[in-house]
């Protein structure tokens, strides 16, 4: 059988969580992260820089192989929770606490761009392994990764630089 179990057991499963919580989550951030306020006037060369890293750091885990036998994967995994757990506190704040100094702080504004670094090396040093040739796949993944995140970071400073 082409599908084995070692194909289901992939990096894109650790999106999932993060899927959910966006898609569930989305609306009830302050006002400034709705797509018509987020998405409005920003610079080609953030929004394209920003959705063609978002592509490729969204798709790779899919063809990562997932194992939590050695040390280092261990290690991984406890970053991404960590990780997670961080970005999540971020966005929560941002829900419940909208007019608060964090919230309207640059760094609280911003967190929920800059913190996903630390669950995208999670995925990274996890998902060492693919399913076809990648040279230094968690190096490799942990830069595009963070190719990512200064262009995702530099689209919210935008939109908080046209705050009120």
């Not at 040739?133 to 190719?147: D, E, G």
Request: proline share 5%.
């Amino acid at each position: 059988m082409f599908l084995q179990k070692k194909h289901l057991l992939n990096g894109f499963l650790l999106l999932i969580p993060i899927f959910i919580w966006n898609i569930a989550l989305y609306k009830h951030l302050p006002k400034a992260f709705s797509a018509e306020v987020f998405w409005k006037d920003i610079p080609p060369i953030i929004s394209y820089g920003e959705n063609i890293f978002r592509i490729l750091v969204f798709a790779l885990p899919a063809f990562m192989m997932l194992s939590f036998k050695s040390s280092k994967k261990k290690r991984g995994l406890l970053i991404y929770l960590v990780g997670i757990c961080i970005y999540f506190l971020s966005w929560l704040l941002l829900i419940l606490y909208p007019e608060s100094s964090w919230s309207n702080s640059l760094v609280g504004f911003t967190a929920p761009a800059f913190t996903t670094i630390i669950w995208f090396i999670g995925i990274g040093v996890m998902g060492n392994k693919a399913y076809f040739k990648i040279p230094k796949l968690t190096a490799t993944y942990i830069v595009l990764s963070l190719i990512f995140v200064v262009f995702h970071t530099l689209h919210t400073y935008v939109v908080y630089t046209r705050l009120d």
